[in-house]
């Protein structure tokens, strides 16, 4: 039995509960949620809430694949790699609250909580379908446990043209790769083509790597290619296509060819065409940051200037206060040496 057995179990298992079944197609799924029944939720609580508890896990857990049927977002499929990182984080995410030190209800809420995060990645992992070209999947079928192969694919095998610009002398890298690559089946090799004027083609590379490599480029390097990654299906699942500039590296030595070349007269003569100046955006540029700058570094005198103006005036009110306080007080001393004079005067004469 076994690795053959634990398909079928995982399907009974699906049948003998409500509709609906996905992320307990697989065994270890299966294996992990008795755990909980037989060891870990015993620990936390009696016989008759174990029971409740344990059909709440498992109605939440089938309840994954209760989502809203669309063609761009899930459709009762998940890719089989896609599968595999649901259930690796549902399992790594229930051992880390299984062996935590959290006991008693703060444990099931926890356990709670991580169902739902669970469900939301299973509803993110369902809906990474492909975006451009055709793709080979293996699906996980989740209200019948079945896993197929089936043909994901768009209006066209075709994923867009690429515009490559170089210098001469630099290397030339044509990528081929898309992100859903790795998660299809039935794919053979990347073949470049480099497409000539006469719409010719010529096999510059057959081989896994998804990446052309040219180390140096020359200037008649410059063209269209095309990249094809074949399927055993006898389809291609992506094509894409190069346009390829390669700029030299003197400009003054350089021949214009094609488009850019300069037209003949009907003598054979070549006429060249002086391109129109541009705009001296430059010069206009220039004027209009030096007044900038000259209008802020005014606005700094003037302000250096009223802080100094303030600064004098401040220094002189307390120089004033300073030489009237003495003053004061030497009168205030007078007045009061006149009044006692007075008084005494006053004593001596009534004696």
């Known amino acids: 039995m076994g690795p053959c057995f634990a398909l079928p179990l995982a399907a009974l298992a699906c049948f003998l509960l409500p509709a609906g079944c996905c992320v307990m197609c697989d065994n270890r799924i299966l294996a992990a949620l008795k755990s909980l029944e037989t060891d870990y939720l015993p620990k936390l609580m009696g016989p008759a809430e174990v029971n ?3 059909a709440m896990i ?12 669309t063609k761009q977002t899930y459709m009762g499929a998940i890719g089989e790699k896609r599968y595999e990182m649901v259930i690796t984080s549902f399992l790594k995410n229930l051992k880390n609250i299984t062996e935590s030190k959290t006991k ?14 669970e469900k939301i990645n299973f509803a993110f992992q369902a809906s990474m379908f492909q975006k451009e070209g055709a793709m080979f999947q293996s699906l996980i079928w989740c209200d019948y446990c079945s896993k197929q192969v089936q043909l994901c694919k768009k209006k066209t095998e075709e994923c867009g043209d690429r515009v490559e610009e170089i210098h001469e002398h630099e290397a030339l890298n044509l990528n081929c790769f898309l992100d859903w690559h790795k998660e299809a ?23 896994k790597d998804p990446v052309f490599n040219r180390p140096s480029a020359s200037v008649n390097d410059s063209g269209k290619y095309r990249c094809e990654l074949g399927t055993i299906y006898n389809r291609p699942s992506t094509i894409i296509h190069f346009l390829v500039t390669v700029l030299p590296r003197d400009l003054e030595g350089w021949k214009p060819t094609g488009e850019f070349a300069p037209a003949k007269t009907e003598g054979g003569k ?40 303030a600064a004098i005036i401040f220094w002189l009110v307390t120089r004033k206060r300073k030489k009237t306080k003495p003053k004061s007080s030497q009168a205030s001393i007078d007045s009061k040496s006149s009044r006692i004079s007075r008084k005494a005067s006053s004593k001596m004469q009534k004696k």
């Open 270 to 309: 070549i006429t060249s065409v002086t391109p129109s100046p541009e705009p001296e955006t430059t010069t206009v540029k220039h004027q209009e940051v030096k007044s900038m700058l000259k209008g802020r570094i005014y606005g700094l005198l003037i302000c250096l200037l009223i802080i100094l103006i």
């Open 58 to 69: 498992v109605r939440t857990v089938k309840g994954f694949s209760d989502l809203p049927y």
């Open 185 to 207: 089946v039935g794919l053979t090799n990347y073949v470049f083509y480099r497409v000539w004027e006469n719409n010719s083609e010529t096999v510059l590379y057959s081989g």
């Open 104 to 117: 008693g209800k703060q444990s099931v809420e926890n356990l709670k909580e991580m169902l739902r995060l």
């Open 52 to 54: 409740s508890t344990y």
